[in-house]
């Protein structure tokens, strides 16, 4: 069929073959018949050749053509022997193939030319970026801002791609703006042992199914799943930016959450777990049984009118609208509990005691033969723990302290000889506590209450020496002083007691004696005897010699003449009253028993002075706070108002101060508190739920015991629970006991699993109001079983929770949040990022900066 | 025909059940990539990257025929199915997301340039192929040219013949006027293309005209010019059909390598500065 074809292309051996493979063609025209059976060669040379080299035959030469080029030509060689068919040299062209060999080369190196422009250009930046950054993220003006080493070029790229540490490193530039606390990287920044922990719980208590789904399952295989316990999530796992200014790079899809959350379901309405942590997973911070009050209390008569109305006469949601809050003390107890704090229904002391004379068995005392001066012998007091926790803080008295121990100090018949002297000389340290009072107010005796101070201002508390001495009033001790101790000056002046070598009679007899301190003894020994020459000029309390009066001994005995006007404390003398001493006692009379911060008096009281012990003399009776004379005010000056004296207190200093502060019974001093949030008391539980940070947990522990009986006044434990610091924090070691001051309140560093916003949902409560979500627990009603209270004795705040109310059913969310309609997705009610994050500062110095650009 | 028709629907239903099998695979490792918290873009991005110097290999298969590397029709059909599976590849890459920066745009428009093309280039293999084949005479293209300056020389001497020897200019005046051009080059492209033939007819109607100008022996010259006429279009359609079929590969080959380097920056920078494991 071919044959009849005009062109005839097809008759073989008359044609050459084209090698259109090859890059180079013979570039003889096509109108030329004479293209060249060579063709070019691979550089693009014409290969073109006589039509044959002629071969030599005697003298003749012959024509070599072969028969595929026409054979031998009739003309022959010429007679030099060239061949007479010389070739025309053509200019070859290009083949199709080649063409596009050289155009894919030309791409080729225009675009590594390009690249290069583009990764040493000025422009790098611009074109390499992936998109325009979010909105918040848009203030980044360059690179490096988020890749640190963009700028150190391509090759560092190079080596960043091929390390695989490298590739999160960049994440503390993120860091750098966002706090995430300490394991930022880590499942949920939390640390693996507190993800452990929670898994765990959250594991144990999921009645779902859990056997994680199939793909799951292949994944773990094919891929390594993440570890909770070494997996490092980096910041853009989840967070993908260049994608736009308005792109959320926090949303993430549940798949994402699912990848780690291996027991899944689809959505809240189908497999959700119940909201089993919402109210059990830690008892409520303040004390208060919603069930009883709701059910009894609000119902009793007596309070009926005093009950809240509704839910938010308690409760009322804080700025932001997210949280719940209780409202304050005044707002919501104290209409029927203000009067507890001040201790009003307490049968007992309304006050505590903070300073107390201790009862001594004087008796055993005088018969072991050693002299502690004067001493009330009627008091049974034990010793504070709060004059304890003071006492201790003396390394030699703590010693003290240690050796009596257990030892009954008001029956010393069975104690030992060192602990007669012990009691001895804690007596004495009693009574040079009492005189630093005395005679230096609050700053003698802040050395008592140093660490205290300084271990609540680690706390973050603003107390301070006035808040742990409540403000101690300097007449109240005076006076106190007085009562217990007429001449405690005397007395201190005397050599500490010793016991003597041999006692008369009793287990001493047999003991070794306790001896004096040397002369050489250790001066920083409050209680060292002084010695007998030269005396220790450093020692206030020590004996002055006669020759040379001490003038700095304040308490020490005045000379006769001429009397030290300096000594504002000490007796004045009979003769010359100093007038500036205003504290002074009045001259010779005696202690006056009608002193209402003084107990009741065993003789008929001198109500003349509802202070001080004031004589019964003209002048005493002119001027409540000072027993000096004082001339009376002319008796047409003031208006005629009935005489002090007529004044009797008609109450017992207890009731006399019923609004709080310092009173004085029998042998102590007591302190009844002002009111709800008392500093004085705050503090000294703040000390007493502390983690011994000396030598004194025994002493600690019976300092927080006097607050934690329902005779303690202030009572403030009744209602503000008690935590364990472990149990508290979850992952930090043992420390204090945590004394819940408030109820839950919004913190905004402090970021959890789950969120939620209570004014959004209100306008969607049902008829019962609060009570859609938050169930009343009926089934406690009333019950001494229900475990409520009981709960509280325990430290930790989540074991064994039992709550007032039933947590909202997962349906009731469903019920709404759907995909169609409030949206169901794991973010919109939980949060990734778990933990306590505070908001970052600004580090501005204080100088005065240049004006900023711009 | 019917037996080949069969083997080219079977050969076609299992090369399309293995892409389907390997696709349906690459969704799978894709989810449970994602499933395992990885970012599956790293995944893809191999996948994408093992497919582009994959379909490149077939290019250097033919460049090398006589290493036993399986047939280059083979390696065609690898090709083609290996391009497909690497178009769905990227589409899991991208997200279905037009790209932002620069670099990205640039990336993107060349790798949907080099699928456009090479899709393009399948459909015309495949049509182009099937009208070449039923269309007469096949010259191979190389030698089109060659094969077209044969025809007009023979034309011209047909044409100047009949002067010479009949006295008689009609056809020589008609050569002149209309055929020369028409032999001179490749004539009516994208008329070929599109299967127009109305310039062929008008030519044969012109030249049937003249015979009632002319004697007995030019009626003879004017037949055999006018097969020449027809060999001419059948050549300048080869030339058209054949000369597209060379042409698509002048975009994708280019678009194909000119992709490497610019994928290979890619990869350097998403390990540098994505800020995640793979």
Redesign the interface.
């Known amino acids: 069929m071919t044959e009849s074809q005009p062109t005839g292309h097809f008759k073989g051996r008359s044609r050459t073959y084209d090698r259109p493979n090859q890059d180079w063609l013979c570039g003889r025209s096509a109108s030329d018949p004479g293209v060249c059976r060579a063709g070019p060669d691979a550089r693009g040379r014409c290969g073109a050749a006589p039509g044959c080299a002629p071969r030599r035959d005697g003298d003749r030469w012959q024509c070599t053509r072969p028969t595929a080029a026409g054979g031998p030509c009739a003309d022959g060689p010429q007679p030099d022997g060239a061949c007479r068919h010389q070739p025309t040299h053509c200019a070859p062209r290009r083949s199709l193939r080649s063409w596009r060999g050289w155009l894919t080369g030309i791409a080729l190196t225009i675009t590594l030319g390009l690249l290069v422009v583009v990764l040493t250009g000025s422009a790098r930046e611009r074109l390499l970026t992936t998109g325009p950054l979010t909105l918040d993220h848009g203030v980044i003006k360059n690179c490096t801002g988020c890749h640190s080493l963009f700028g150190q070029g391509p090759a560092a790229w190079l080596n960043a791609a091929l390390d695989a540490d490298h590739r999160h490193r960049d994440d503390r530039l993120c860091l750098g703006c966002h706090e995430l606390g300490t394991t930022p990287r880590h499942i949920h920044s939390r640390p693996p042992e507190a993800i452990a922990a929670v898994t765990e719980e959250v594991l144990d208590g999921h009645h779902g199914n859990p056997n994680p789904p199939l793909d799951v399952q292949l994944a773990s295989l094919i891929f390594s799943p993440p570890d909770p316990a070494s997996t490092e999530i980096g910041c853009g796992t989840c967070h993908r930016e260049h994608r736009g200014a308005h792109v959320d790079i926090r949303a993430m899809s549940n798949a994402a959450c699912q990848a780690c959350h291996q027991v899944q379901f689809a959505s809240i309405s189908d497999g959700h777990p119940p909201f089993r942590h919402f109210l059990t997973a830690r008892r409520e911070r303040i004390i208060f049984d919603h069930v009883s009050h709701l059910k009894r209390h609000f119902l009793d008569r007596d309070f009926r009118d005093k009950a809240p109305a509704t839910c938010v006469s308690c409760h009322g949601s804080d700025p932001t609208g997210n949280f719940m809050t209780t409202l304050s003390f005044e707002a919501t107890c104290a209409a029927c509990h203000r009067g507890d704090i001040g201790g009003a229904a307490l049968a007992g002391n309304k006050g505590i005691k903070f300073l107390a004379i201790p009862g001594l068995d004087l008796i055993e005392l005088k018969q072991r033969g050693i002299d502690i001066g004067e001493w009330p012998g009627q008091s049974d007091e034990p010793l504070t723990p709060f004059m304890v926790q003071m006492l201790r803080h003396d390394r030699h008295l703590a010693s003290l302290l240690d050796q009596i121990g257990t030892v009954d100090m008001r029956d010393l018949r069975r104690a030992t000889p060192d602990q007669i002297q012990a009691v001895a000389r804690l007596a004495v340290a009693i009574k040079r506590m009492l005189a630093d009072l005395l005679t230096g107010g609050m700053p003698m005796v802040e050395t008592y209450l140093t660490p205290e101070v300084e271990h609540l201002s680690t706390k973050g508390s603003a107390a301070d020496f006035g808040t742990l001495f409540g403000h101690l009033p300097a007449e109240v001790v005076r006076s106190a002083a007085e009562r217990w101790f007429p001449h405690l000056a005397d007395d201190l002046a005397k050599p500490l007691p010793i016991l003597p070598a041999t006692t008369p009679g009793g287990a001493a007899a047999t003991m070794p004696a306790a001896t004096g301190a040397p002369a050489s003894s250790d001066q920083s020994d409050i209680l060292a005897d002084a010695p007998a020459v030269p005396p220790d000029q450093s020692d206030i309390l020590a004996d002055a010699p006669a020759a040379a009066p001490d003038q700095s001994d304040i308490l020490a005995d005045a000379p006769a003449a001429p009397p030290d006007q300096s000594d504002i404390l000490a007796d004045a003398p009979a003769a010359a009253p100093d007038q500036s001493d205003i504290l002074g006692d009045a001259p010779a009379a005696p202690p006056n028993q009608s002193d209402i911060l003084g107990g009741a008096p065993a003789t008929p009281p001198d109500q003349s002075d509802i202070l001080g012990g004031a004589p019964a003399t003209p002048a005493n009776q002119s001027d409540i706070l000072d027993s000096a004379s004082v001339t009376p005010p002319p008796p047409d000056a003031a208006p005629k108002l009935p005489a002090t004296a007529a004044m009797p207190p008609a109450v017992d200093p207890e009731r006399w101060m019923a609004n709080g502060g310092w009173y004085r019974l029998d042998f102590a001093l007591l302190y009844r508190p002002t009111g709800h949030a008392d500093s004085f008391l705050r503090s000294w539980l703040e000390i007493a739920a502390s983690q011994p940070y000396g030598q004194s947990a025994a002493n600690r522990e019976a300092l927080f015991a006097s607050f934690n009986t329902p005779r303690s006044p202030g009572a403030c434990l009744k209602c503000h629970s008690v935590d364990g610091a472990r149990a508290n924090n979850g992952d930090g070691a043992a420390e204090d006991r945590i004394i819940n001051w408030y109820a839950r309140r919004f913190e905004p560093e402090d970021r959890g699993f789950t969120r939620f916003s209570h004014i959004p949902h209100f306008s969607l409560v049902s008829q019962y109001g609060c009570q859609t979500c938050h169930l009343l627990t009926e089934g406690a009603v009333g019950r001494s079983d229900s475990g409520f209270r009981e709960q509280f004795r325990r430290l930790d705040p989540r074991a064994n929770v039992v709550t007032n109310f039933d947590g909202p059913a997962t349906r009731t969310c469903a019920s709404c949040h759907t995909a169609e309609a409030a949206g169901d997705s794991c973010t919109q009610c939980h949060r990734y990022h778990v933990g306590r994050f505070p908001a970052r500062s600004v580090p501005t110095r204080m100088e005065v900066m240049p004006t900023p650009p711009g | 025909m019917g037996a080949s028709v069969t083997t080219f629907l079977w050969r076609r239903i299992v090369h399309s059940g293995i892409t389907a099998t390997l696709l349906v695979a690459l969704l799978v ?1 894709h ?9 599956t873009q790293f995944l893809t991005g191999w996948v994408l990257v093992g497919g582009i110097v994959g379909l490149a290999c077939y290019n250097l298969r033919k460049k090398v025929p006589v290493l036993p590397l399986a047939s280059a029709a083979g390696w065609l059909q690898v090709h083609i199915y290996a391009g497909w599976l690497t178009v769905a590849a990227f589409f899991l890459h991208t997200g279905l997301r037009l ?6 745009v640039a990336l993107w428009t060349l790798f949907v340039l080099i699928s456009l093309s090479g899709a393009v280039g399948l459909t015309l293999s495949r049509v182009l192929a099937r009208r070449l084949g039923e269309h007469g ?1 096949r ?5 089109i ?10 034309v011209e001497d047909l044409a100047l013949a009949s002067a010479r020897d009949t006295l008689s200019i009609t056809i020589a005046d008609y050569y002149r006027s209309e055929l020369h051009d028409f032999f001179r080059r490749p004539r009516h492209r994208l008329a070929h293309l599109t299967g127009f033939r109305r310039h062929l007819r008008h030519l044969l109607d012109q030249i049937d005209s003249l015979n009632r100008y002319i004697d007995d022996r030019n009626r003879d010259t004017l037949a055999q010019i006018a ?2 006429v ?2 001419k279009d059948n ?1 300048d359609y080869h030339y058209a059909l054949q000369g597209t079929l ?1 042409l698509w ?2 975009v994708h ?3 194909a ?2 992709v490497l ?2 994928a290979a ?1 890619h ?11 793979p």
């Open positions: 490792v989810h449970l990539n994602s499933v395992s918290l990885h970012d790209p932002r920066g620069p670099l990205e005479e010259p191979i293209f190389e030698r040219p060659t094969l077209r300056a044969d025809l007009a020389r023979r097969a020449c027809v060999a050549l060379k590969l002048f080959l280019p678009l390598y000119s380097p610019v920056l990869a350097v920078l998403a390990y540098a500065f994505a800020g995640i494991s």
